[in-house]
């Protein structure tokens, strides 16, 4: 159980690089899918162009919401969205900044899995293969005799060698190479688009907006920090209260049972009791309450930090001077302690 906690400690303490490698794994997993999915063109002319759509889009979205959900800040920044203004203001821009980090990593799967496609050219022939110019490839003079929903059908059955029967009209070795030397090369660009778009957002942005994109960065991780320590803040009440409310509990009921059997007791002469020690573990839980000793206020404190969050300002009135002690008044007398050591 020890191991179990030090390794959720570390992954809490390390979540960035925790959500890099979780990103690294989703984007193999998408190409180990794509590899392992088998793709079945329907060969129709009004059905071929749906199906490489729905193949080249859906799973990439799926995988992008994936991405935001198995991400723990998203709660965080619908949270920090949507609460009350109160004392503290919302500021866009660090909003901003933890959306596009969010997006930025869920973003890695749904590439990979685009640029495979791409890669593979069987989405794009099914999508394509009725536009390819037979006129250019294949035998043009027979063409002007064939009616547009006759070539149509021919052409859609380029990518299912099994029922295709144009290889009079059109070479279906011809065709295929065709696109698919057309779909690597839209992957190999998506592919080197996509990396110098990743390098300007992360290496050349902050070079031009350093200071509002180091405030970005530091009240994210200040909000980030602030609701792990609200946590465990409210983590560490909740035990303590039960605590002492299950003593309670107890002591009550051995209160009920000494008066039932009251003249037992005296019948038996005096007992050692244990209450002083008791008594002290339940005056030490109740220091970690803070006063918030009933269901009604703790709700209305759990209420008030929704709503009006403390300003960010802390309680210092005067600026800190010299030493750190608040220039503007007079300082406080030291007390001079002499410490003396003898030889023995």
């Keep these: 159980m020890d ?15 925790f959500m890099n490698g979780i990103c690294g794994i989703m984007a193999l997993a998408s190409a180990q899918m794509y590899s392992a999915f088998d793709f079945n063109c329907p060969c129709l002319p009004g059905y071929n162009a749906a199906y490489s759509a729905g193949i080249l889009l859906a799973p990439p979205l799926v995988l992008f919401l994936l991405g935001l959900v198995m991400n723990n800040n998203v709660s965080m920044l619908a949270e920090e969205w949507k609460r009350p203004q109160g004392h503290r203001a919302k500021d866009p821009a660090v ?45 043009g003079s027979l063409v002007p005799g064939l009616p547009p929903p006759e070539l149509a059908r021919l052409l859609a059955r380029v990518p299912c060698p099994e029922i295709y029967e144009g290889d009079w009209l059109l070479a279906r070795e011809v065709a295929v190479r065709y696109l698919r030397c057309i779909s690597q090369a839209l992957g190999w660009s998506f592919v080197l688009l996509t990396t110098l778009l990743a390098f300007v957002v992360r290496s050349v942005r902050p070079c031009f907006t350093q200071a509002a994109f180091l405030k970005s960065k530091y009240w994210s991780h200040y ?17 303590a209260f039960a605590k002492v409310c299950i003593q309670q509990f107890f002591e009550a009921m051995n209160h009920d049972l000494e008066l039932g059997h009251a ?7 005096p007992t050692v009791s244990a209450a002083p020690a008791a008594t002290e573990g339940v005056d030490e839980e109740r220091e970690k309450l803070r006063g918030i000793t009933d269901q009604g206020t703790m709700n209305r404190l759990l209420t008030s930090w929704h709503e009006c969050k403390p300003p960010l300002r802390l ?4 600026p800190l001077v010299g030493n750190g ?18 030889k023995v």
């Excluded at 946590?231 to 909740?238: K, M, N, Q, R, S």
């Excluded at 003249?263 to 002469?269: D, K, S």
């Excluded at 002690?325 to 003898?342: C, D, H, I, L, N």
């Design 3 to 17: 191991k179990f906690r030090m390794i959720f400690q570390f992954l809490q303490s390390n979540q960035e690089s």
């Design 95 to 139: 909003l901003r900044y933890m959306f596009c980090s969010m997006a930025q990593r869920a973003l890695i799967a749904p590439v990979v899995w685009v640029a495979v496609t791409l890669l593979d050219g069987k989405c794009f022939l099914c999508a394509f293969c009725t536009a390819v110019p037979v006129s250019l490839l294949g035998n």
């Design 223 to 239: 909000i980030d920090i602030e609701r792990k320590l609200f946590d465990e803040t409210c983590t560490e009440h909740a035990k």
């Design 263 to 269: 003249h037992g007791a005296l019948a038996a002469g």
């Design 315 to 318: 309680g210092q009135e005067e």
């Design 325 to 342: 002690w608040a220039g503007g008044g007079p300082r406080p007398s030291r007390k001079e302690v002499a410490t003396y050591f003898s």
